[in-house]
């Protein structure tokens, strides 16, 4: 069974990317093509492939660097592996967590699954065979969030509602660094060169960790309500986050970087009642950012005219989280109303 499962993981179909012209027109002769439809600009089987599995609201996912495969996670406490291209199959659900899980990120190189869970674990998954590595404790509540480094060891940061960032060293079962937050820690990050942790949290203020030195560097403040996503830009000079003010910001964490690191400010998106920690994404060539929304909508901002590129309907329910593809033109969605969306965009 195990060999079965592990050429089942290996063998994910790669279909053809190219660009597309044609388009299947529903309602005439079963699977009768016909070219001529709006140019096509991604590989994808059509212009909006609708996911659907989980048995509850779904609260992250994320593409495998390769982007063939995406990976959602949320209520139903399992880890639900999809291709990204053909009939957008499910191919394998990784049960484990025995709570929610918060959040999940792929590593730089795409062989590890690292996620957390309010079951106050962080687990770390081969995605090449589908099976748990490793599962770290060291949590006394609720994990929020956690992300890899780019480079170098293999550090994982995990933030929670014990208000501690853990720094894991996934080759050890026990934190390699606590640092000690006042409040519940809602993101985290690593820096580019994964000598500093950026955190957020209930107290509206992003921290930047040295962890050299194993201590607060310096504050970003600007931020109204809790700071619910953070994402490091693909050059590593920027840190996005998004909160509960309604607001997206991007700010310069470079040395030597002015006192104001604000740099720029997005809105139209919101967050209500419910309190959901909405994720926040850059694409891959740094020019546009995505977030989720509590009106059911996924947003897309142009960094540079900070207009809305994108308001995009379909949700029945708070979009969660907003992911850009790592080679094409396709953003996922994710959202309480148990759906994932990949629609491709110009």
């Not at 880890?79 to 291209?85: A, E, G």
């Not at 199959?89 to 484990?96: E, M, Q, S, W």
């Not at 730089?108 to 590595?133: F, N």
């Not at 937050?181 to 040295?210: H, L, P």
Request: aromatic share 8%.
């Amino acid at each position: 069974m195990e060999g079965k499962r592990k050429a089942e993981f290996m063998a994910v179909a790669v279909q053809p990317k190219k660009p597309r012209n044609e388009v299947v027109v529903h309602g005439g002769e079963k699977g009768v093509v016909q070219s001529g439809g709006p140019p096509r600009t991604s590989g994808l089987l059509g212009p909006i492939m609708q996911l659907s599995g989980h048995q509850g609201d779904v609260l992250c996912g994320k593409f495998h660097p390769e982007g063939d495969v995406l990976a959602t996670a949320g209520m139903d406490r399992q880890i639900s592996f999809w291709k990204v291209y053909g009939e957008c199959d499910n191919f394998a659900v990784l049960p484990g967590h025995t709570n929610a899980v918060t959040d999940l990120h792929f590593s730089t190189d795409g062989t590890a699954l690292y996620t957390c869970s309010a079951d106050k674990t962080v687990m770390c998954w081969d995605t090449m065979t589908g099976t748990r590595v490793k599962k770290l404790k060291g949590h006394s509540s609720f994990v929020n969030c956690v992300h890899s480094a780019r480079r170098g060891p293999c550090l994982v940061v995990s933030g929670g509602d014990d208000c501690t960032v853990l720094i894991w060293d996934v080759r050890k079962k026990r934190p390699a660094t606590t640092l000690q937050n006042t409040f519940q820690v809602t993101a985290v990050t690593f820096n580019d060169t994964s000598e500093q942790v950026i955190s957020g949290g209930i107290d509206n203020d992003m921290k930047v960790w040295d962890l050299r030195k194993n201590g607060l560097l310096y504050r970003m403040r600007g931020h109204n309500d809790t700071v619910t996503g953070l994402s490091l830009s693909p050059d590593g000079s920027y840190v996005l986050s998004n909160a509960m003010d309604n607001t997206v910001r991007i700010w310069d964490v470079r040395p030597f970087a002015p006192q104001e690191r604000c740099v720029k400010i997005f809105q139209g998106h919101q967050h209500n009642f419910e309190n959901i920690l909405l994720r926040c994404s850059w694409s891959p060539d740094g020019r546009r950012v995505a977030a989720g929304s509590s009106d059911r909508h996924a947003y897309i901002w142009d960094t540079t005219s900070r207009h809305i590129l994108y308001k995009l309907p379909g949700h029945n329910g708070s979009v969660n989280a907003v992911e850009f593809h790592p080679k094409e033109p396709i953003v996922m969605s994710v959202s309480n109303d148990k759906q994932i969306f990949l629609g491709e965009i110009e």
